[in-house]
């Protein structure tokens, strides 16, 4: 390829292919316009900016080095992966991200070659690379296989299970650990660049062998003294005895933003003919962009901003986000009890626990990514009395399902769920959504589950929380502000299992669980202007359910209709159970549910996700004359999937 002194070089990468026709020199004028093309397109789309500026020079390292696609190349999490969109044929659509139709903000098969591993959990990559690596072996294939996952990603014990099978399989894997937050590194620099280097070069590794095979013909004691000696000596250089006893060869520490140190290393360990190879890079979260430099946290997440100055844009609050509804309550709950304390795997802003650490600095734990250990750590905590709340995303509760059944539920421990981003999420699409909770926690014996229906009835919900003291509980609510309802001065702890009707009317009954009530009270104005009186109950309980409310709707009304913002087998599903056990739907009564669609959705507003998903009030309407056997007028029924 012909580099033009007048031609941005990145107009002239379309593939990693053009990438790596270019020459060594001028990767840094490259790097340079990647990173500026990644701040420019997140200016405008919103989304996961720090991470990704902080692997620019790896990004590029790593395309030019391996000869990607045959090369897989799996990112941990893949918020740091929009460099590696642009460069590998998505830089046309970079400015869709995250937005309806248009790229996904993390790493998905489905949309290129180039990401052979969809993600947008934490620490799966190296259980990917692991078994794409054994593929390759079955296939009596030769390419490499290179898994890049960042220091806060190593908390979860995934890893280093993934790790340990790697070390006892000896299969050729690459890890890239990217440290841009943990200093569990020392100084890296010139030093640390040519011992790294060296170390990950063919003569050393075949040295180190040979030393390996003679000690192993010496007595037992001698060989176990000299492979101490080894680890020894090289430890005091290089640091990494971690991955050397999980089976790994540790190289490293090297600046990741140094394109000159990177390659030689990386053409070292990709030309090795060695078992798990784990290279430390050391980088800068926010790279190369002076707000996000010496933002607290690095701009990890950000809506549209101007660059020029790094300045944020700001919508009107209508009313107060959820989570700080809960952040708040807790807190004010804990001021009346000290046996309440709180847990979060990694996410205190993103559940409101920040807040109270704040104010209860003792009393509050973050775990890390670690969401089985967590509720594990919780169900300990109410053995002894305490009154633990954990706080976890409804999509990353589903990684510790089993700790949830087998040290919780079974052991009847009270131990308090909080399930923040129930429901349909928006930006971070399908990987993100809080669709099954419902389902997964009201199968389970024992448990309380609760939605609330707006930010007053979440305050009342975690007063309820706090006063459960003979089995486990969860209370869910969705991702964004409420809708605007006064707060009360303090939470009152609601009855168990009982439901409220919040309009009476005859013909129609509309039962919610969370925050479709809102839809459901505006589907029943519509309803009214058609002739049609429609009661609004809000059952606040999935579990147990309020079957005297729901008996009473399906006597008094011609159709019921359960409305949910969960998938198919949850509320909806307990309803129509219990209405069967009764003998109610023998009696001709007309009952729907309305659940998300059969569907993973991809990303848009979560208002517009809600629309495709047929639970906005319009899709409610069209549902009762769908049961009634009429025709909605002036109505388009929407479809569901």
Request: charged share 20%; net charge negative; aromatic share 6%.
């Amino acid at each position: 390829m012909t580099e033009s002194s007048t031609t941005p070089l990145l107009d002239q990468v379309h593939t990693p292919a053009d990438l790596r026709r270019l020459n060594e020199a001028s990767l840094r004028q490259l790097a340079d316009e990647l990173r500026q093309e990644t701040i420019n397109a997140v200016s405008v789309t919103g989304g996961h900016l720090g991470a990704g500026l902080g692997v620019v020079e790896l990004t590029v390292a790593l395309h030019y080095v391996f000869d990607t696609p045959r090369d897989r190349l799996i990112w941990d999490v893949g918020h740091q992966a929009y460099p590696h969109k642009i460069l590998t044929g998505r830089r046309d659509r970079i400015r869709t991200l995250r937005q309806g139709g248009g790229l996904s903000g993390f790493t998905k098969r489905a949309e290129s070659e180039y990401d052979p591993f969809g993600a947008a959990h934490a620490s799966t990559s190296i259980s990917a690379g692991l078994g794409m690596a054994v593929a390759r072996d079955l296939a009596h294939k030769t390419n490499n296989i290179v898994a890049v996952i960042g220091d806060g990603s190593m908390s979860a014990g995934m890893a280093y299970e993934a790790m340990n099978n790697a070390g006892a399989m000896n299969s050729r894997l690459i890890v890239i650990l990217n440290d841009n937050d943990m200093s569990i590194a020392p100084p890296v620099g010139a030093m640390s660049a040519y011992l790294a280097r060296l170390i990950s070069g063919r003569t050393y590794l075949s040295l180190r062998e040979i030393g390996r095979q003679f000690a192993h013909h010496l007595p037992k004691f001698f060989e176990q003294k000299a492979a101490a000696a080894e680890e020894f000596a090289r430890g005091l250089l290089t640091g990494g005895t971690l991955f050397e006893e999980l089976g790994f060869y540790y190289v490293g520490p090297i600046d990741g933003h140094n394109i000159e140190h990177l390659l030689p290393v990386l053409a070292n360990v990709r030309d090795a003919e060695h078992g798990p190879i784990l290279v430390h890079v050391i980088t800068q979260k926010g790279k190369g962009y002076p707000p996000a430099e010496t933002s607290a946290d690095k701009y990890h997440g950000v809506v549209k901003f101007d660059v020029a100055t790094g300045a944020q844009a700001k919508s009107a609050a209508r009313a107060p986000a959820y989570t700080k509804v809960f952040g708040e309550s807790l807190i004010k709950q804990a001021e009346k009890d000290d046996k309440i304390v709180a847990i979060t795997a990694a996410m205190p802003s993103g559940t409101g626990l920040d807040l109270f650490g704040k104010r209860f600095p003792d009393r509050c734990f973050d775990v890390g990514i670690a969401e089985q250990h967590a509720v594990t750590f919780a169900a300990g905590l109410a053995t002894e009395g305490f009154r633990p709340f954990a706080a976890i995303y409804s999509t990353f509760l589903q990684r510790a399902y089993d700790q949830v059944v087998h040290d919780v539920a079974i052991q009847r421990l009270p131990v308090r769920f909080v399930l923040d981003r129930a429901g349909l999420v928006g930006a971070d699409g399908a990987t993100h959504a809080g669709s099954f909770d419902i389902a997964y926690l009201g199968c389970l014996p024992g448990f309380v589950l609760m939605a609330a229906a707006d930010e007053a009835e979440l305050v009342h919900m975690v007063a309820t929380a706090a006063a459960i003291d003979d089995r486990p509980s969860a209370l869910r609510y969705p991702r964004g502000e409420g809708i605007g309802v006064p707060l009360p001065a303090e939470g009152i702890p609601l009855e168990i299992g009982k439901g409220r009707i919040v309009r009476e009317g005859s013909k129609i009954a509309l039962l919610s669980f969370g925050t479709r009530l809102a839809e459901c009270l505006k589907a029943a104005d519509e309803l009214a202007t058609l002739g049609l009186s429609a009661t609004v109950a809000d059952a606040r309980f999935a579990k147990p359910l309020d079957l005297d409310l729901i008996l009473r709707l399906a006597r008094e009304h011609e159709v019921l209709i359960t409305i949910e913002e969960g998938s198919i087998g949850g509320f909806g599903s307990f309803v129509m159970h219990d209405l069967a056990e009764a003998g109610v739907l023998d009696r001709g009564l007309k009952v729907r549910s309305m659940v998300l669609p059969d569907v993973f959705q991809d990303q848009d507003s979560p208002a517009a996700m809600y629309v495709q998903a047929g639970l906005d009030a319009k899709s409610i309407v069209a549902k009762v004359f769908e049961a009634l056997g009429k025709r909605s007028p002036g109505l388009v029924k929407l479809a569901s999937s």
